[in-house]
């Protein structure tokens, strides 16, 4: 059961922050974000598992909100460097395998 | 470290002609993935490996088979290739199962398959 991704598109200017919202409507054990620039390999960003914390590392940040059984990324200050397509895995269960959401893609321009 | 490493990167074939996919990592990891890629669909799972010796089916199996002889290496197998599966493929190893361990997945830089 494929994850819900909002918006399917975004645009920014340089230094503008961005929120990308990940929904289940089964609840969530965990769920991972990924980054992909055109032509390229996914690259992992974070995981956040069910009652943990939110993460972050430099300005990005993710959190995991259980009674919506949403996960939201949080890019703060975007740089051109952000842009590509966003993708959260969610895993439904210990161990199952998780689904791809269908991605957002963010364009940041100068 | 080459990390996850797919052959070939590019093919193009006949409809009914049979290839293998060959992904291989240097991490030892014990999982292994196989993916396809198409627009607005996001990564949609194929196949994937818990250890040598072991497959099983993910979200879209139809039409491939897979195999895991060696730790380091996970085959993906087209029998008789369909246009339905033009794709770019995307092979992926992780040191534990998917979020249950924390551990990320790493990915291969795909294989782009049309097929005529």
């Known amino acids: 059961q494929q994850p819900v991704q909002s918006p399917q598109a975004v645009i920014l200017r340089e230094g503008e922050d961005a929120v990308i919202n990940c929904s289940s409507s089964?609840?969530?054990?965990?769920v991972h974000w990924y980054r992909q620039k055109h032509g390229e390999a996914p690259v992992f960003l974070m995981i956040?598992?069910?009652?943990?914390e939110q993460k972050g590392h430099e300005k990005i940040s993710a959190s995991f909100n259980e009674k919506k059984q949403q996960s939201s990324l949080y890019l703060t200050a975007s740089q051109l460097s952000y842009s590509g397509t966003y993708f959260c895995g969610t895993e439904y269960s210990y161990g199952q395998n998780f689904v791809f959401g269908p991605g957002t893609r963010l364009s940041v321009l100068p | 470290n080459a990390g996850v490493t797919q052959t070939p990167k590019f093919r193009v074939l006949k409809t009914g002609q049979s290839m293998t996919l060959l992904c291989a990592q240097d991490?030892?990891?014990?999982?292994m993935y196989w993916y396809r890629q198409d627009p607005g669909m996001g990564l949609r799972l194929i196949h994937y490996s818990v250890g040598e010796g072991t497959t099983a089916k993910g979200e879209v199996p139809d039409g491939y088979n897979v195999s895991r002889l060696k730790k380091q290496n996970f085959l993906l197998g087209l029998e008789s290739a369909a246009p339905s599966q033009t794709s770019v493929y995307f092979c992926?190893?992780?040191?534990?199962?998917?979020?249950?361990?924390?551990?990320?997945?790493?990915f291969g830089d795909g294989t782009r398959l049309s097929i005529l």
């Open positions: 089964k609840a969530l054990y965990s």
């Open positions: 992926a190893s992780s040191y534990g199962f998917g979020g249950s361990s924390n551990q990320p997945q790493h």
């Open positions: 991490m030892n990891h014990e999982y």
């Open positions: 956040l598992l069910k009652g943990g």
